[in-house]
């Protein structure tokens, strides 16, 4: 019988090695695949970040590979990435919404992309080191089901996958904790058993996103308002993209008590400001919708909503109010929903679908 062929995308960190490792001993004929997106930054930046871009994450990930007796390549994604990932994330921005970046890279590049290629030299699946498990429910779909270990489950970042790609994906990783992860690492002898995981945006290693975003587009932001709920300008704000909703840092606004950023208005440039209890809401709006164990919402449903990658979830009741946009209400108010982050939705360890906060 023929095996089975499976592209790993390989990121030269533990994860992404394991899961290659774990794959071949399930029986797969393993191809191992760095995807070289982001790779105009110099030496000392690729080695300081660590990330899963730069040339030191090829030279890891080839050592894995020849350590597992695999083949290995890179292939060239720069052009997907720029478009489905860059260039949205300072869109976004300037829009005054949050974007989150991962999310964009993992549908539209690691998925969309490298699943592509691999289908076309031959591959049945693609897969990756991410803590999740896809799942076949009883009523015939794809689904992701959360990791075997909550502190590191990924499902989040995962939601907007289609029906297609789950059908072609393997991820084994997700049946394990991140410290047996590592225990499988040392046991094979693999130098990157120990090896820290990335926590920034990859195309920002310094973090300074308005940095980024002014030299990138050639847009220098404008400065405006600080403004109360009411319209009332407290102060001057040095431009939309240096600010998100639920910000109290930064905001050099002497009010005599902790204020915070509750909405960004690019319409007019301003940025609005109120106390800690105004950053609550109960209710929100989603678009750009994805349903993973459902075909479509019809009715009601009662899920626990993630508004953010951080957060526990909470229970909320959500409803289609036209095609392409649910409304959510909160059992309780939830601090800081931000325009431009994902908002997901679980039925226990199951992905329902989820969207974009509008």
Not at 194 to 216: G, H, L, M, R, V
Request: hydrophobic letters at 35%.
């Amino acid at each position: 019988m023929e095996r089975k062929k499976v592209v790993v995308g390989m990121s030269g960190g533990v994860d992404s090695s394991v899961a290659a490792y774990l794959l071949k001993e399930q029986g797969y004929d393993v191809i191992g695949v760095t995807m070289q997106i982001w790779q105009d930054e110099d030496n000392f930046v690729q080695e300081e970040s660590g990330g899963c871009c730069g040339l030191s994450a090829v030279d890891d990930a080839r050592r894995v590979a020849n350590a597992l007796d695999i083949p290995y390549y890179v292939m060239n994604f720069k052009r997907e990435f720029k478009t489905a990932v860059i260039d949205y994330f300072a869109e976004e921005y300037l829009k005054g919404h949050t974007p989150n970046p991962c999310i964009a890279c993992n549908r539209y590049v690691k998925w969309e992309s490298l699943l592509k290629r691999s289908l076309d030299i031959g591959a049945d699946y693609i897969a990756t080191g991410h803590y999740a498990r896809v799942v076949q429910l009883e009523n015939g779909r794809y689904a992701l089901q959360k990791s075997a270990t909550a502190a590191k489950d990924q499902t989040y970042a995962l939601y907007n996958l289609t029906q297609y790609q789950l059908a072609h994906t393997l991820m084994p990783v997700g049946e394990y904790t991140k410290e047996e992860i590592r225990e499988i690492a040392k046991g094979i002898n693999l130098r990157i058993a120990n090896k820290p995981d990335s926590q920034e945006i990859c195309f920002i290693p310094d973090n300074d996103y308005a940095k980024f975003i002014t030299e990138y587009t050639g847009k220098i932001p404008k400065a405006g308002n600080f403004v109360t709920p009411d319209g009332k300008v407290i102060g001057k704000h040095k431009g939309i993209i240096h600010y998100t909703v639920g910000q109290r840092k930064g905001l050099n606004l002497a009010m005599g008590h902790p204020v915070f950023v509750l909405a960004i208005r690019p319409e007019t440039e301003e940025v609005v400001i109120g106390n800690s209890d105004e950053v609550y809401s109960d209710k929100l709006l989603a678009g750009s919708l994805n349903f993973m164990a459902i075909d479509d919402l019809e009715g009601e449903m009662v899920v626990d909503a993630k508004i953010r990658y951080s957060h526990k979830g909470s229970r909320c009741i959500i409803r289609k109010i036209n095609d392409d946009t649910v409304e959510c209400i909160f059992e309780e108010p939830q601090r800081a929903i931000t325009p431009g982050q994902a908002v997901v939705f679980y039925q226990g360890d199951i992905v329902i679908g989820g969207g974009t906060i509008l």
